[in-house]
């Protein structure tokens, strides 16, 4: 769950600077003001969507995802052993990445704060912020590979199945 959310908020930074560049005015099509929840937040709430639904299919094999399912998934004894120990050796990496970028994007929203904020001090801590999310993600990305590794064939078209599932259920 620290993941998804990790990574929802990655998509944040992502996503920000994006929506920025958007003209203001109003447009024929979405008149009147604009808020977070008004149609320009779904804009960005659906182009975050588009960037994280890829990788949706990856977090599903996460260890964690998989030993929460362990009883649907029927997991042996030797595979909940074996996803413990990659969850595990994953784990220091990321948290490292995790609170480093919980340091940088404090920093990036306090630079933010001012009436006119300077984009020189704000661009280096949002670069970091970027660069150990791209760490925590590639830490949860490698213990996928290898958690999904450790499944049979019948029980990845099982987390697949349930993967393509939950995407109709999103996409309705």
């Known amino acids: 769950m620290k993941t998804v959310s990790l990574m929802i908020t990655a998509m944040c930074l992502v996503a920000a600077p994006l929506a920025a560049q958007q003209d203001t005015t109003t447009h024929a099509r979405h008149p009147g003001p604009r808020g977070m929840m008004g149609p320009r937040g779904q804009d960005m709430m659906a182009m975050m969507r588009e960037m994280m639904e890829p990788l949706m299919a990856v977090m599903a094999y996460t260890p964690d995802a998989l030993l929460y ?3 649907s998934l029927k997991l042996t004894s030797d595979q909940v052993t074996k996803l413990t120990a990659i969850r595990d050796a994953a784990k220091p990496g990321h948290d490292a990445a995790v609170a480093d970028f919980k340091t940088h994007a404090g920093a990036v929203s306090s630079a933010f704060q001012g009436a006119s904020p300077d984009t020189s001090a704000i ?5 970091e912020a ?3 999310m791209g760490k925590a993600h590639w830490a949860a990305l490698s213990a996928a590979a290898q958690a999904k590794a450790v499944l049979t064939d019948a029980q990845r078209k099982r ?3 349930a993967v393509t599932k939950m995407m109709k259920r999103e996409h309705m």
Do not use: I, L, M, Y
Request: aromatic letters at 8%; glycine letters at 0%; zero cysteines.
């Open 69 to 71: 399912r362990r009883d």
């Open 123 to 127: 661009r280096p801590h949002f670069e």
């Open 130 to 132: 970027h660069a150990a």
């Open 159 to 161: 987390v697949d199945a």
